[in-house]
């Protein structure tokens, strides 16, 4: 079994920063793709930012060029860092990890975690 730990998440005031963690243990033989997904209250999950094995990235439009996800594949770890944050981003973060395991290609998801942008 696969266990994600989400870390980082808070209140924020609009414009501020904040850097959320995902660390992923437990019996895989490799982690592939990597990402963080939210959800706002009464709306459907949304894919943020995803970032494969060999570090491409992808990005919803509505946070392009204020979100970076990376990943350290030593600590089988990923980071989204969220810059100038809006109202509007308030949300459970989710991470998600794409791994092989024993039992072939399996997803995983954390927790959430919760990020609130407000003044």
């Known amino acids: 079994q696969v266990q994600l730990v989400e870390s980082g998440g808070g209140l924020v005031q609009p414009g501020g920063s904040l850097r959320l963690s995902c660390a992923a243990s437990g019996s895989m033989f490799s982690i592939n793709a990597m990402g963080w997904y939210r959800q706002a209250p009464g709306k459907q999950r949304e894919l943020v930012a995803i970032?494969?094995?060999?570090?491409?990235?992808n990005y919803a439009d509505s946070v392009k060029d204020r979100f970076t996800i990376s990943r350290d594949n030593a600590k089988n770890t990923v980071y989204l860092q969220m810059n100038s944050l809006k109202p509007e981003d308030t949300a459970v973060f989710y991470c998600?990890?794409?791994?092989?395991?024993?039992?072939?290609?399996?997803?995983?998801w954390g927790q959430g975690t919760q990020v609130t942008v407000s003044s």
């Open positions: 998600n990890v794409d791994a092989t395991t024993r039992q072939g290609i399996r997803v995983f």
């Open positions: 970032i494969t094995s060999g570090g491409r990235t």
